[in-house]
């Protein structure tokens, strides 16, 4: 048994490096699945960020349900301004046909418009009104 001992030592030497070198491999395959599923969805992020980029242009904002009845709400409030004033004929339509009428060639953010909306003076009011009845005769 003594003269077996060494060689059943190498055999248990050899058992475990063998060991190691498959935990080595495993843990490289693994971490190279790991850089492949990391570059994977790397990949589908940036192509979903770009068909978010896409669709974020194609919406158009104005048109959902909520921006039109908070611009009906903040004319209704400009004209009921208005009225006080003694413009007692003045319409909401009126009020956002003013205000957009500066926004033919782009979309401005939200709290630009809003902000045209509530800081809207009689007298630009009154200017836009007058130049749109010249040119609608034309």
């Not at 492949?36 to 896409?54: Q, R, V």
């Not at 902000?115 to 005769?137: A, G, H, I, P």
């Amino acid at each position: 048994m003594d003269e077996q001992q060494p060689y059943i030592h190498q055999a248990y030497k050899l058992q475990q490096y063998m060991n190691e070198q498959q935990q080595h491999n495993q843990l490289a395959v693994a971490e190279e699945e790991l850089l492949c599923k990391a570059d994977s969805n790397e990949a589908i992020i940036e192509e979903e960020d770009k068909d978010l980029d896409t669709h974020s242009v194609e919406i158009d904002f104005r048109e959902t349900e909520q921006f039109k009845e908070t611009i009906t709400e903040l004319c209704n409030s400009k004209v009921e301004e208005f009225s006080m004033l003694g413009y007692e004929h003045v319409t909401a339509d009126e009020i956002r046909d003013c205000v957009f009428s500066k926004y033919k060639k782009e979309t401005p953010a939200f709290h630009q418009i809003v902000n045209d909306v509530l800081s809207l003076k009689v007298t630009q009011f009154m200017n836009w009104l007058t130049m749109s009845s010249v040119y609608m005769k034309r």
